[in-house]
């Protein structure tokens, strides 16, 4: 096995929804940044996980997350030839903002190309292995196919989702015993819905459920949504993988497993017993299935169900969270929780990407620190992109001015951004 040591002054572990964008704009001031990446490309959840749908870059009146996230966004749209319609334009009546979807391949390849033209040293099928902290740095040890990497680093931003850096570290970390379902992303298509009956189908698909053709999950929202609703998505988005954990390589592969048997034997329910799926083509099933929560981390402020409903306003705060509580279970299939006004627009305060009792390290994406509920609002993807954002400031902004990342002002991270487009608070 081959050994490497590299130098760098940030290391970004994970570059999924989050991770990207820190290092595109921690690179972007000019700071030596890498990137550890377990996939095979960038975007994560969004990319390589095939939920190409990033929510929300504006509100009903306003935009509220833009910056980086929104500049890749409208790069990749313009590689498409397609415009964007203006959010006056838009109707968000079923959400308090709106969905926006992203091609993969050409997303995955703009993040790419800014991320390489930045100056982001990109590690791909790297795993993080042990991190030990030596004087004022980080060494840390990644492994992958052929090689063992040891990165020397000033400060690390962990964008991991399952919070490997944190856990490495023997930082606090909680899971709740039982976690939302995950999903595997595929795509069926070619479906004649001309010859599509709701009652029909959804009385062929209760049947298929008590004879145990189909399981309960296949149809992740059976008591929210008719299954017509999966004909209509073609299946995207559409099935619920129970007890879903991908924290380890093992649990991964389990959940990887479940995911594309259930993903089958909706197919063949479709294309064997439903009217108008006789020429259905399972056509895209993407890399791996997804948990929607894991590890988050114990940071110096927990986000709470009450804050995020409340839309509290904090002295720190450094992005915006816009989205409703969108969480998924076992009963029903997924709980909604509105807030009471369409304008109220939750924050996240810095402190929430500090881990707590720790220095020179912050974290971004789903593993930040708050309660399960208030986690089901706060993983939106633009949310994260944002918060990547934000952790990719004070990243830089620590390593210029040679402090720990939890002693730089919320007010210079947030100028910081705004001066790369994000929006001001």
Request: contains cysteine.
């Amino acid at each position: 096995m081959r050994a490497v040591r590299e130098h760098v002054e940030l290391l970004v572990i994970g570059g999924g929804t989050a991770g990207h964008i820190a290092a595109i704009q921690a690179a972007r001031e000019g700071v030596t940044t890498s990137v550890i990446e377990a996939g095979t490309m960038l975007g994560g959840t969004m990319t390589e996980g095939g939920v190409f749908m990033p929510n929300h870059f504006h509100s009903t009146d306003q935009p509220v997350v833009q910056g980086i996230p929104w500049e890749l966004f409208v790069k990749s749209r313009e590689v498409e030839g397609i415009p964007i319609k203006p959010a006056e334009r838009r109707r968000p009546v079923d959400t308090p903002g709106y969905y926006s979807h992203i091609n993969v391949p050409i997303y995955a390849t703009i993040a790419e190309a800014e991320a390489l033209e930045a100056g982001v040293i990109l590690h791909y099928g790297e795993f993080t292995g042990d991190i030990q902290a030596v004087g004022d740095s980080w060494e840390v040890t990644s492994y992958g196919r052929g090689l063992i990497r040891t990165t020397i680093a000033r400060e690390i931003i962990d964008a991991s989702g399952d919070a490997d850096g944190a856990r490495a570290l023997g930082l606090e970390v909680e899971k709740a015993p039982q976690r939302q379902p995950g999903t595997l992303q595929y795509r069926i298509e070619d479906i004649d819905m001309q010859q599509v009956w709701k009652g029909e189908v959804q009385q062929l698909y209760e049947e298929a459920l008590q004879s145990g053709r189909l399981e309960r999950g296949d149809w992740a929202y059976f008591d929210t949504y008719p299954f017509l609703w999966l004909l209509q998505m073609g299946g995207h988005n559409s099935t619920h993988v129970y007890g879903c954990d991908t924290s380890d390589a093992q649990v991964q592969t389990e959940a990887n497993i479940r995911g594309r048997q259930a993903m089958l034997r909706i197919y063949r329910f479709i294309h064997e017993e439903i009217p108008g799926g006789e020429r259905a083509v399972l056509k895209t099933m993407y890399a791996r299935t997804l948990s929607r929560e894991g590890y988050r981390v114990i940071g110096e402020h927990r986000i709470t169900t009450e804050e995020f409903l409340a839309s509290t306003t904090y002295d720190d705060q450094i992005c915006n969270a816009f989205n409703y509580i969108d969480l998924h279970n076992e009963d029903n299939g997924c709980e909604e929780v509105f807030h009471t006004s369409k304008s109220m627009i939750p924050k996240i305060p810095f402190r929430s990407l500090i881990p707590r009792s720790s220095g020179r390290i912050l974290v971004a994406g789903r593993i930040i620190s708050s309660d399960r509920k208030s986690l089901a609002g706060l993983r939106a993807q633009c949310t994260c992109m944002a918060m990547g954002q934000a952790a990719g400031a004070a990243a830089a902004i620590a390593i210029r001015r040679s402090i720990p990342s939890r002693e730089v002002p919320a007010k210079e991270i947030l100028a910081m951004t705004v001066a790369h487009g994000a929006v001001s608070l």
